[in-house]
């Protein structure tokens, strides 16, 4: 999803992970003193490697994704490009051979760099990537630029305060971009779903809002079990529901389908990926923590907007327990919060006792508070 550049780069959630791993299911990669690219090539090869190894999302796969990376050297203003899994012959491209490349299908094409380079970072990019660049007059490419420190970062630990980052204090990992937003190619052959959209200002939607955000706080650490899933599933049914009657309709469902299995597929694959990031939590923090820096409507907004991420992504993976095939159900149509309403059906009587029971697991006279002062932003 193309997104302009100031939202992208300094409220992207960058921290949903999935379940815990033993250190011997890391597919590690050293990385040494290799180039910068080299050390791209073998992340998208270790997370690949994941993915196929841990059947994360079965039939998607990096190995067969076209893509032009594009770096630029600041010393001397020149920049280089390299296209990873090439969908013809490009005229002027050099082969990267395989002790560079990971072992990945990779050449050497500087002559349309600086033309994507522009196209990313223009008054129309989002400053980090687009999609369907044609190379050479043929094959359509997704392009994302590239710097030392965001490759560097693509194996670290992520802290970011309740998910969200400054660019100006903190660097997200170019890997986790490439592994998210080429997901969002796979999805076009889905049934439909569209993003989130935010009603007008209301004080009980901004604490349903939270309280969905807040009960999968820390998701999925803490070896929970299938009857603690269980409740936080019903939970998570009862507040999406209370907050549908609010809205008049179910204006967040689809977009955690399309954005929540993305960030789910890709930190699930960073996890695997990564020993440093193997612990990540999907949410640091709650919503009202003051880390989210909500200080007028148009960051609330975003910010409430960006939780489908998160909760997204949670619900996702705690339904693969109980749902064997959900990933067939979202692929054909249906959400998350469809798939388990559906599957515990719950009574009325039964969605107002477990919408009291998420209350009552959270310091919810707190979530109240804040979002009283949301309304006076």
Known sequence: MKVNVNLLKFFVLALILGSCFDEEDIIEVEEGDNPVHTQLFSQIKAVDDALIEEAIWPGYTLADKPMYLIRKNEEDDTYEGYVVNPQSTIMGAVAIPDEESAGLNVVRYDTQAKEAFNLIMG????????????????????????????????????????????PDMQVLGSIDFIVH?????????????????????????????????????????????????????????????????????????????????ARYMEKIALRNAFSARANEPFIFGSVTDDDYGITNQEILLLVLENLQYETGSSAYLALKEFVPDIKTQIEEGKNQFEIAEAYFNMSQAELDQQLQNAKASVDFAKIQRKAAEWMNL
């Not at 359509?140 to 710097?147: A, E, F, L, R």
């Not at 993003?195 to 939270?210: G, H």
């Open 123 to 166: 008054s129309e990019g989002n400053g980090t990537y687009d999609f369907d660049f044609t190379i050479d007059e043929n094959s359509v490419y997704y392009i994302q630029v590239y710097t030392d420190e965001e490759v560097t970062a693509g194996r670290r630990l992520a802290t970011y305060p309740g998910g969200f980052f400054n």
């Open 181 to 261: 937003e080429i997901f969002h190619i796979y999805q076009e052959d889905w049934a439909s779903y569209g993003p989130s959209l935010i009603p007008s200002p209301n004080q009980q939607y901004y604490e349903y809002k939270s309280l969905v955000h807040q009960i999968f706080k820390d998701f999925p650490n803490g070896n929970l079990n299938t009857v603690q899933l269980e409740e936080k599933l019903k939970q998570y049914v009862a507040i999406r529901s209370a907050e549908n009657v609010i809205t008049g309709t179910d204006i967040t469902s689809d977009g955690e389908k399309g954005e929540g299995t």
